[in-house]
């Protein structure tokens, strides 16, 4: 179970099964730039690092970890975590209509084609 500060106000609870990929992962620019959907790794990337700290809240079997994480999301009530379920954490998520209405604009004028992979003919 980790959790991430930034100073001391908002935070984030989660968990991993192995920390040194999870670290790894927050370290690398490149995986926060392609998860920017992720609110930690926005505010990774606009705070910076000297920003956050890092406190492991407890240690547990890996068949407790989302048990825990759902504890301690409950308990503490974290900014960082957009959802209170841990086993899925979209399923709180609904898009605004401003959201909804960008996306809609968006994508008018294309086509099917554009949002499916060609197929490639082999001979």
């Not at 910076?48 to 970890?65: M, Q, R, T, V």
């Not at 975590?81 to 909804?100: C, G, M, Q, V, Y």
């Amino acid at each position: 179970m980790l959790g991430l500060k930034k100073s001391s106000i908002f935070f984030l609870v989660g968990s991993s099964i192995n920390l040194k990929i999870r670290l790894s992962q927050y370290f690398n620019v490149n995986y926060l730039e392609r998860n920017s959907s992720m609110r930690i790794c926005r505010a990774l990337l606009k705070h910076g690092y000297s920003n956050f700290s890092l406190e492991i809240l407890e240690y547990c079997e890996p068949a407790k970890c989302l048990e825990r994480e759902k504890y301690y999301i409950n308990k503490l009530k974290p900014e960082y975590n957009t959802s209170l379920s841990p086993e899925s954490p979209f399923l709180d998520l609904k898009h605004s209509i401003e959201s909804r209405e960008k996306m809609r604009v968006k994508s008018q004028g294309r086509g099917l084609r554009e949002f499916f992979f060609f197929q490639k003919n082999y001979s």
